[in-house]
């Protein structure tokens, strides 16, 4: 079919199935996939595979540790392209149960959208992903492309085991173009289409200066825990400069064509000011120049005593988003380094091993176009990023299987992914079943 007939048809498909569309989406919501502590995750990975299976898919469990990571296909055709579309099945715990204005796993529609963990990160485009499939194959009896689906159940935990899992079946996922959407649109509303993204290095300093806590009138001649990490924090970044050495060695300097797509895209300052009352710094640098290029040593959580005591431990957790060719355990060494450097032997630093490295496809690529022209025809508007200011295991694609990765960032920008009242819009996802159904056309179409 050609290509306004196909967006016509699909349309009617969404708005004739749209009940059969949403209960889908809700039952894999409403099923918890905890990977931090393994609550359901088992259960959604078969509900996963069922679906798959019943949609024409051939389906392969694969028994990765800790959680399994399903492999979906449907055609082998040498003379059609490969698209691999990933997306995640686990969701982060919905603590704190309080904040919630809804059972965070008892999916609720509220003013036209979904509240419920899991409802954007990331139920929603797996299942937009597997109901375009389910178009394809209802509505022609087969695909524009051969697929290969990679759903993985640990994504908010690192995606443990699947590094080593792809590494030993490059051959086995060998495609095209990687596509994929996770995450919120701009603070403006508009899609976000991403080439790449920020690695992350969580580190933890912990220090102890006595075995327990004492009451606060012995603070004069007692060391207190709190002060002491404080004072280290403030040696390890002043105002916005990161006093490592060597910190901000090996960063890849953006392509001119970066800085020009920036520059080209309206400020989303104003909109995160009124999102989140407060007041943005760009530190003299154009807003998506500052926020996408530049690395993070941001303190995320800091505990320390408790009411009229002299603390006895005190423990920060420092996140580093890492820009492009930034590894972190390099930056984990040289942070430890520093550390010791400055006579904090007593400091307990843990953390390496366990970071993200970030992820780039070249602006070059001749799939963004393809991709762009699709967004276009769904949203409208749009932004390019490429590079993103989140983490996410997109290094899995560029740098162990070797492929371009592009990301459609489609969810409400309020979505508010791993906090409480986590919520999508109907509409939202809806559109991201028309995306992909076009997308996989258009990829088909392409002169690449």
């Keep these: ?9 699909s349309r009617a498909y969404i708005t004739e ?11 894999l919501v409403a099923q918890p996939s905890v990977s931090e502590t393994g609550e359901g995750v088992e259960e959604c990975c078969a509900m996963i595979v069922e679906k798959m299976k019943s949609i024409g898919l051939d389906v392969t469990k694969h028994p990765v540790k800790p959680y399994p990571a399903i492999e979906g296909r449907w055609g082998n055709d040498s003379k059609k392209r490969t698209v691999l579309i990933y997306a995640h099945y686990d969701v982060k715990p919905a603590a704190p149960l309080d904040q919630w204005r809804t059972p965070p796993f008892e999916p609720t529609i509220i003013d036209g959208k979904v509240y419920g963990r899991g409802s954007a990160d990331n139920k929603s485009p797996l299942m937009a992903h597997l109901e375009a499939i389910d178009f394809w194959l209802k509505e022609t009896g087969g695909l524009p492309v051969n697929v290969i689906c990679l759903f993985e159940g640990c994504e908010e935990s690192g995606s443990l085991g699947l590094p080593a899992f792809l590494a030993q079946n490059r051959e086995r996922f060998k495609a095209d173009l990687v596509f994929f959407s996770d995450g919120p649109k701009d603070p403006g509303g508009l899609p976000i289409i991403a080439l790449g993204c920020k690695g992350s290095l969580e580190i933890t300093l912990r220090v102890r200066t006595m075995n327990k806590n004492v009451h606060s009138r012995y603070a004069p001649v007692l060391s207190n825990a709190a002060w002491r990490l404080v004072e280290l924090l403030n040696k390890l970044k002043t105002g916005d400069t990161v006093n490592v050495p060597g910190f901000y060695d090996n960063m890849r300097a953006p392509r001119p064509r970066e800085y020009e797509t920036y520059a080209s895209m309206p400020s989303a300052a104003a909109d995160l000011e009124r999102i989140y009352d407060t007041k943005v710094d760009t530190h003299g640098r154009e807003f998506y120049d500052r926020l996408n290029n530049t690395p993070t040593f941001c303190i995320t959580k800091i505990n320390a005593g408790a009411n009229g005591i002299v603390p006895a431990v005190a423990e920060v957790t420092i996140n580093v988003r890492l820009v492009p060719d930034q590894m972190p355990d390099d930056v984990f060494d040289k942070v430890e380094c520093f550390i010791r450097e400055l006579g904090y032997d007593d400091v307990e630093i843990t953390g390496r091993g366990d970071g993200t490295p970030p992820s780039k496809t070249d602006v070059s690529t001749p799939w963004l176009p393809i991709i762009e022209q699709a967004t276009k025809d769904i949203y409208g508007e749009y932004v390019i990023y490429p590079i993103r200011p989140s983490s996410a295991p997109d290094y899995l694609w560029t740098n162990v299987l070797g492929l371009p990765a592009i990301q459609v960032r489609w ?7 791993h906090a409480p009242n986590e919520k999508l819009s109907i509409k939202e996802y809806f559109d991201g079943i028309a995306l992909t159904i076009l997308v996989l056309q258009r990829i088909a179409d392409a002169n690449v």
Excluded: C, V
Excluded at 1 to 9: G, H, I, W
Excluded at 17 to 27: A, G, I, P, T, Y
């Design 1 to 9: 079919m050609n290509d306004t007939d196909l967006r016509e048809r």
């Design 411 to 417: 969810s409400d920008p309020d979505s508010d992914n």
């Design 17 to 27: 199935n749209e009940q059969r569309l949403l209960d889908d989406w809700l039952k």
